[in-house]
């Protein structure tokens, strides 16, 4: 009841949208998003994956949406970058940093000059902040996204 109270007080439809957008900037992505995975596993070391290669449809479901993808990031479309399971290799191959718009994302067969890869540990070379803002990904799932690049079949 406090809620309807509260707004209904709200008599200017240009206030409540103006708190709606400072609310929603406030907010970032979802900061309590347990997806992420810890930086360091319990012996303090950093996790690694060391499975068999990954491809492009493992990375994409098990770490690129359940980590990145979900309402408040992007799969809203934060960054100009929307992410969900509906998407092919061929377009990962062509998006481009909205920040460096001459970087494309991923490189094939090289994570380690994929801005992706470089966004996700937090690179001295990036724009912006780390992705994910709340910390960056545990060492194991940004290995998950390193070894589908890696494998990424080069002509």
Same mark, same amino acid.
């Given at each position: 009841?406090?809620?309807?109270?509260?707004?209904?007080?709200?008599?200017?439809?240009?206030?409540?949208?103006?708190?709606?957008?400072?609310? &929603?900037?406030?907010?970032?992505?979802?900061? +309590?998003?347990?997806?992420?995975? &810890?930086?360091?596993?319990?012996?303090?070391? &950093?996790?690694?994956?060391?499975?068999?290669? !990954?491809?492009? %449809?493992? &990375?994409? +479901? %098990?770490? /690129?949406?359940?980590?990145?993808?979900?309402?408040?990031?992007?799969?809203?479309?934060?960054?100009?970058? @929307?992410?969900?399971?509906?998407?092919?290799? %061929?377009?990962? /191959?062509?998006?481009?940093?909205?920040? !460096?718009?001459? @970087?494309?994302?991923?490189?094939?067969?090289?994570?380690? +000059?994929?801005?992706?890869?470089?966004?996700?540990?937090g690179s001295s070379d990036i724009e912006g902040a780390v992705m994910p803002p709340s910390g960056k990904l545990n060492g194991r799932r940004i290995g998950m996204v390193r070894s589908w690049i890696d494998n990424? %079949?080069?002509?």
């Open positions: 009841m406090r809620h309807i109270r509260i707004c209904s007080r709200i008599k200017n439809p240009a206030h409540l949208c103006a708190g709606i957008i400072a609310v &929603a900037l406030l907010a970032g992505c979802d900061k +309590t998003s347990s997806d992420s995975g &810890a930086a360091d596993n319990e012996s303090g070391s &950093a996790q690694t994956y060391d499975g068999p290669p !990954l491809t492009f %449809e493992e &990375a994409l +479901t %098990e770490v /690129l949406v359940p980590s990145c993808g979900f309402d408040s990031c992007h799969g809203s479309g934060a960054g100009y970058l @929307r992410i969900n399971d509906t998407q092919t290799e %061929e377009e990962w /191959l062509e998006l481009k940093s909205s920040l !460096l718009v001459t @970087r494309n994302l991923v490189i094939p067969g090289s994570s380690s +000059t994929s801005y992706l890869i470089k966004k996700m540990e990424i %079949e080069t002509d």
